[in-house]
């Protein structure tokens, strides 16, 4: 069973830097392809950042250049560096971990498959 505690949310100013950070407990998160998913009010949960167990990341369209994964794998927890915050940037954040089927399968970035999510973490950014 994976425990995840996200922390660092806050209200920042259009242009200002967050970090963001994932605790993991309960297992290496080096076994799990491990997720950030924001949420805005009324809309989907959608995929901001992907941590693959090969190490590599994948960032959607909307944060590549501005946002990026780091580590900190001696305290199993993960970072998510967010610079030139924007409004539409605004939503909770989660941090979420699954495990696939077979270890050929590539991480989703989808937050369908995703078992473990933690609680959240709010950004909101004024303009």
């Known amino acids: 069973q994976v425990q995840l505690v996200e922390s660092g949310g806050d209200s920042v100013q259009s242009g200002g830097s967050l970090s963001l950070s994932c605790e993991v407990s309960?297992?290496?998160?080096?076994?799990?392809?491990m997720g950030w998913f924001r949420q805005a009010p009324g809309k989907l949960r959608e995929g901001v950042a992907l941590?693959?167990?090969?190490?590599?990341?994948t960032y959607a369209d909307s944060v590549k250049g501005r946002f990026s994964f780091s580590e900190a794998k001696a305290q199993n927890t993960l970072y998510l560096q967010m610079n030139s915050l924007k409004p539409e940037d605004t939503a909770m954040y989660y941090c979420?971990?699954?495990?696939?089927?077979?270890?050929?399968?590539?991480?989703?970035?989808?937050?369908?498959?995703?078992?473990?999510w933690g609680q959240g973490t709010q950004v909101t950014v004024s303009s």
């Open positions: 309960g297992s290496t998160y080096s076994h799990y392809c």
């Open positions: 941590l693959d167990r090969a190490g590599k990341t």
């Open positions: 979420a971990a699954y495990r696939p089927t077979y270890t050929y399968m590539p991480c989703s970035t989808s937050p369908a498959p995703y078992d473990y």
